[in-house]
């Protein structure tokens, strides 16, 4: 069942890619979804996880000064060029959860 359900969200994933909605583009943009992914793990936190766990100052203020020790071993690097960005991306993520 499990295996069957990681299929179907990977599939899911795997569609989002191919047509990314305004939302997501600015993830594309930034190139997040190297680290990031909608519901597989990679580097970086799902942002199905991001989304249930970070508020909207969390995520801006992950951007500014990067983030280390909430999610896993891996810390994030700030990402300084996406700062501008911030609200446009704290709202695609929160529409994941
Ligand atoms: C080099 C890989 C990498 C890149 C590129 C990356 N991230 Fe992350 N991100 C991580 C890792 C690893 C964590 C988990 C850090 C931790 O456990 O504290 C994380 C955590 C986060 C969080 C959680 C913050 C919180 O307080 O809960 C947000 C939001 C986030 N990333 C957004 C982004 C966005 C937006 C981008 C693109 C501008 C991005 N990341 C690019 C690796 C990356």
């Known amino acids: 069942m499990k295996k069957i359900l990681t299929a179907a969200l990977t599939a899911a994933a795997a569609l989002t890619l191919a047509a990314p909605t305004m939302a997501e583009d600015v993830l594309l943009k930034?190139?997040?979804?190297?680290?990031?992914?909608?519901?597989?793990?990679?580097?970086?936190?799902?942002?199905?996880?991001?989304?249930?766990?970070?508020?909207?100052?969390?995520?801006?203020?992950?951007?500014?000064?990067?983030?280390?020790?909430?999610?896993?071993?891996?810390p994030m690097p700030p990402q300084p060029k996406a700062v501008a960005d911030a609200d446009a991306i704290a709202k695609a993520i929160m529409a994941m959860k």
């Open 30 to 74: 930034h190139k997040c979804n190297t680290c990031h992914d909608v519901a597989a793990k990679k580097v970086g936190p799902t942002w199905k996880d991001v989304a249930a766990k970070a508020s909207a100052a969390d995520i801006k203020a992950a951007l500014e000064k990067g983030v280390k020790g909430k999610y896993g071993k891996v």
